[in-house]
């Protein structure tokens, strides 16, 4: 207790020693505003002084407003400044890494334009609230609660739930894929995947080939690491396999990272066909694939799609990361990577150096939900609402902008190039108008994307969806205008 450290001397009253070291802890924030004070008969049994001196000093520093009593809880700490000129100040900016440095660069929630109350805004691709399934979340909750009770708010397993890693191998068994050989471990979504297995097998220096444009997320934690981002363009089918195969070739690629099903930012599902021709290709170089399982379970524009990790049966070459982020709950952080055995060893241990394990209570919940069949009905719902919010903006977009393509097939996003328009300037300009979108240089890895946009639908009504998309159009019109 900083009372019992109080060194009187023999010049100065008790009372006024007494009240200038409670004025020095205030002064030093060892003693807080509405900090409460030991009681008098405390403080003077505690400090070997008469009660008056305690009374004297409390009453002084009370006129001076420094301290104020409350009859019958006690006496304490006025509301005080503390200002202090001379405390230490160390540069931060000169000790930062090339870690923080970087990834406070490539912050786009940082130096984007940040949403606003009446902004129609394209930018996010996050699923929309009023979808979520509360009433089947609630008895999920208290389900799991009542079976697991205590335990489930303790400490859990790097790896996971158990009860929620065996679920999800069951549910990948459904995709196609073979299990055998195979294991899953819970993450906090799909950032904490990527960046697991970027810290566990990668250098500074390595070379990972992807789509170009791709996840922005992705390309930020690719950078931080200090890896090399080889870009492969896309087209409407998917990663062009023709540049693919050059670039496996010619590099010495650590890894292949891969979004085959509504490819984030274009939307595009890749063909089974095609998925295989890409599997086959890093399989012939011996580049083992990262698939990021984004939004599969989307799909409604034809039947399912396997995703690349189901080609590689019998194999190891393929790690997937999976997550419901976009789909249920992305507030709970719960996703998957599901890779062969000595994988899984591997980045269970770097899990423990990380943050231990994913919240065992969300876990819990999940698998409830999962298990309880809503999870099923919950997909039938959100499929019908994006798809129609989809449909409709594609005729608005043909009808008001008449871009020179428009790529996607659903899900939760649209993209689209206008040739001649750079997406910079024009986001500018439409933000003068109320609306905002993503800019294609974001996703990009190079220069190649400045004339494209991406559009997110899914927290739009019908009505705003119109509005913005008629904005932009407009937009673009007077910039045509302005650049002839």
Aim: glycine share 8%; charged share 25%.
């Amino acid at each position: 207790m900083i009372f019992s450290k109080i060194d009187f001397n023999d010049e100065e009253p008790l009372y006024l020693q007494i009240e200038n070291y409670i004025r020095s802890m205030i002064d030093s924030n060892l003693l807080v505003s509405n900090g409460k004070l030991p009681a008098t008969r405390e403080l003077s049994k505690l400090l070997g002084v008469s009660r008056n001196s305690v009374i004297t000093a409390y009453e002084n520093l009370e006129e001076k407003g420094i301290l104020y009593t409350v009859k019958g809880r006690g006496t304490f700490v006025s509301e005080v400044k503390s200002i202090n000129e001379d405390g230490w100040k160390v540069s931060w900016s000169e000790k930062a890494n090339d870690y923080g440095n970087l990834a406070e660069k490539l912050d786009i929630v940082k130096s984007e334009i940040p949403w606003e109350k009446n902004l129609i805004s394209f930018k996010s691709i996050s699923p929309d609230g009023e979808l979520f399934d509360m009433e089947e979340f609630k008895k999920a909750f208290l389900n799991r609660i009542s079976v697991e009770g205590h335990k489930i708010l303790n400490y859990g397993y790097a790896k996971g739930y158990k009860p929620l890693i065996e679920h999800l191998l069951k549910y990948m068994n459904t995709k196609g894929v073979d299990t055998i050989g195979k294991d899953i471990i819970i993450t906090n979504g799909f950032t904490e995947g990527l960046e697991m297995i970027l810290t566990a097998y990668t250098n500074k220096g390595d070379k990972i080939i992807c789509e170009n444009p791709t996840h922005n997320t992705a390309i930020k934690i690719m950078k931080v690491h200090g890896v090399e981002v080889v870009g492969v363009s896309m087209t409407e089918e998917g990663i062009d396999t023709n540049e693919l195969e050059e670039k496996l070739k010619s590099n010495d690629i650590k890894f292949g990272y891969l979004i085959p099903s509504y490819h984030n930012p274009t939307g595009i599902v890749m063909k089974g066909e095609r998925r295989y021709s890409v599997y086959n290709l890093f399989k012939k170089y011996n580049v083992p694939i990262i698939e990021d399982g984004f939004n599969e379970e989307l799909l409604y524009n034809s039947t399912h799609v396997s995703p690349i990790a189901a080609l590689d049966n019998g194999g190891s070459g393929v790690v997937y990361i999976g997550s419901f982020s976009k789909i249920l709950f992305p507030g709970i952080r719960v996703g998957w990577i599901l890779a062969d055995k000595n994988v899984i060893d591997i980045l269970e241990s770097v899990k423990r150096c990380k943050n231990i394990h994913t919240s065992f209570l969300d876990q819990g919940i999940l698998y409830e939900y999962l298990r309880s069949g809503a999870f099923e009905k919950q997909i039938k719902k959100v499929r019908k609402v994006y798809k129609e919010k989809y449909e409709f903006a594609i005729k608005c977009i043909n009808k008001y902008i008449n871009p020179t393509f428009i790529w996607g097939e659903g899900g939760l996003h649209i993209y689209i190039r206008i040739e001649g328009v750079d997406s910079r300037q024009l986001l500018e300009e439409c933000y003068k108008e109320g609306v905002i979108f993503t800019p294609g240089d974001i996703f990009s890895v190079d220069d190649s994307c400045k004339e494209c946009l991406r559009l997110g639908l899914s927290r739009l009504s019908i009505e705003e969806i119109e509005q913005g998309i008629k904005i932009i159009g407009e937009v673009i019109k007077n910039l045509k205008i302005i650049n002839i």
